[in-house]
């Protein structure tokens, strides 16, 4: 059973960093497809950032060059570097697997397993 736990988020003002963390438990791979998502208020769900199996990266236009994803490659632990914060960038932030891929994906129907969310408030 594939678990997801996030933490990281935060209050912090605009211009600030955060660094999330995804910690994942019962994979039958080592190194599966991940995202992170973010949903505001009443909003839909986005894609953020994602990584494939080989570690290729994909970003949203609106995050592009402020924020960064990464593995660990002992631990497994999916990150998401921000940097630069804006007020837009407040959302509660999933953390997101759908197992083996070789081509990072920011569509939500890739994803078949999620964290509970953790929340960012930029200010």
């Known amino acids: 059973h594939v678990q997801l736990v996030e933490s990281g988020g935060a209050s912090v003002q605009a211009g600030g960093s955060l660094r999330l963390s995804c910690v994942p438990t019962?994979?039958?791979?080592?190194?599966?497809?991940m995202a992170w998502f973010r949903q505001a208020p009443g909003k839909g769900r986005e894609g953020v950032a994602a990584?494939?199996?080989?570690?290729?990266?994909a970003y949203a236009d609106s995050v592009k060059d402020r924020f960064t994803i990464s593995r660990d490659s002992t631990t497994g632990i999916l990150y998401l570097e921000m940097r630069r914060l804006k007020p837009e960038d407040t959302a509660m932030y999933y953390c997101?697997?759908?197992?083996?891929?070789?081509?990072?994906?920011?569509?939500?129907?890739?994803?078949?397993?999620w964290g509970q969310g953790t929340q960012v408030t930029v200010s």
């Open positions: 997101a697997s759908g197992g083996l891929c070789y081509s990072p994906s920011l569509t939500q129907s890739q994803y078949n397993f």
């Open positions: 019962g994979y039958s791979y080592s190194k599966p497809c």
């Open positions: 990584i494939d199996t080989s570690r290729a990266a």
